[in-house]
């Protein structure tokens, strides 16, 4: 038995697969998020691993059995601070916070954004680990200096798991990584005014960091000690893990919270706008480009939540308006910090155009869904997405959106092995450590697939072409407005 840990924004889920990735049980539990100011979000670091022990014995209780090995993903991005035990030292900053906004915003006019990612592939967005190093570097330098550590989610719990301090190559690329030396890149360091601050980075360990569940871990978790625990790859790379993405061109879309886009390439372009994320993997020249999107579910919660409805209702609004929502039209960026994916605009913000007394609140959520997916196309025409999709998510569990997602995109869309393929991922990660010659393939069978229609694929290609001239045009504003 394999158990997968996967550590999200709001909730926690622990996974326990057979030998053969099958789903034996699966226990969750939700994290809070604390909102001091405006534009700030934090968690408590404590409080989230907790989330872990609880789920983590319950799932190997449910599961009836005790894991070979366990292997931890969880959200990418923000700084989690804690000294040289692995113990908080304030609590972590997510990547949904916005207080960096403004430094991100000099080193989009001063270039600095552009020349990073010319040397990493990776741009920077206000919950990054660079400008909110920075931030904090300006405004609680004290808390800096009382850290070990400045590191990320999963890397946070596995020292507090097992000891070890390290990261992997997925977290590890956001943003300081050179992608041929798979190394912290020290004039990137430098550029974002944070060189002096490199010792807090967590060595990175290929192609996962290992470790062994130590004593008193273990007792927490009502686990022996000794078992095996591999962190990493972050949530992203894990999904698509998970999903079974293992071939140049093939890509992964996750409905969440985030609107992730990724496809797997051979090689780093940087000689393009500066947008996504070039994530490294444990293989060697492998690399996934990814468009983590702020747009994603959240979107849509927040209209069903201005309309007064739920999500059991999402299936009725959206059969109640036809394709094209009767002329309603929505730029989806809902989020505070602005978009990151395919383009960086930290003033980007939502809007819905052509509303009349007459327009229905069905209208407004098949807008939103609509252009969530216009969002997505983008994405993955900015990745390079020539190859097969799979796609998971809490997004999936509406067939309609599924249908509008394959006929925006144009191509049949592979449902990923789900529940929780994020801890699927971090499953099948820690099994390659522990038995490297076992076959994995059936662990990433599809649920099934989702084909496109071929007239309302017609539709939605005019309709896209719209969506994007009306980005374009508010770019323009956004960045006057900034």
Known sequence: MYLGIDIGTSVTKAAAFDDDGRLVAVKGTPTRMSTPAEGFYEQDIDEVVASVAEVAAATATAAGGIPTAIGLTGQGDGVWLVDADGQAVRPAISWMDGRAASILTDWL??????????????????????PIL?????????????????????????????????????????????????????EVLEWCGIGHRASLLAPVAEPLPVGKLTDAAAARLGLPSGITVTSGPFDLPACALGSGIVTP??????????????????????????????????????WLRAMPAMVGTAAVDWVLKLIGRDHQALETLLADSPLGARGVTCLPFFSPAGERAPFLEPAARAGFDRVTIQTEPSDLVR???????????HC?????????????????????????????????????????????????????IAEPAASL???TTPEGVVE??????????????????????????WKEAA
């Open 109 to 130: 006019a001063d270039g600095t954004v552009a020349k990073a990612f010319r040397r990493t592939g990776n741009t920077m967005f206000p919950g990054s680990a660079g």
């Open 134 to 186: 920075a931030w904090l570097d300006q405004h609680e330098p004290e808390s800096l200096d009382r850290a070990a550590t400045a590191g990320y989610c999963k890397d946070v719990v596995m020292q507090r798991l097992t000891g070890v301090r390290a990261t992997d190559t997925s977290d590890a690329s956001l943003p300081f990584l050179d992608p041929a030396t798979r190394r912290y890149d020290p």
């Open 249 to 286: 061109g093939d890509g992964h879309l996750i409905i969440g919270t985030t609107l992730a886009c990724q496809v797997l390439v051979d090689h780093v372009d940087t000689d393009v706008e500066p947008n996504g994320l070039t994530l490294a993997t444990g293989t060697p020249n492998r």
């Open 367 to 377: 807008a939103t869904c609509e252009a969530v997916a216009f969002a997505a196309r």
């Open 380 to 432: 993955f025409e900015a990745a390079g997405l020539t190859g097969e999709l799979a796609m998971c998510g809490g997004g999936t569990a509406s067939p309609t959106w599924l249908k509008i997602f394959a006929d925006v995109l144009n191509r049949p869309l592979k449902l990923a092995p789900q529940p929780e393929t994020g801890a699927r991922g971090a499953a099948l990660a820690a099994r390659r």
């Open 441 to 443: 393939s059936e662990w």
């Open 452 to 477: 496109p229609d071929p007239i309302r694929a017609a539709e939605y290609e005019h309709r896209y072409a719209a969506y994007r001239a009306r980005v374009d045009a508010a770019r323009l504003t």
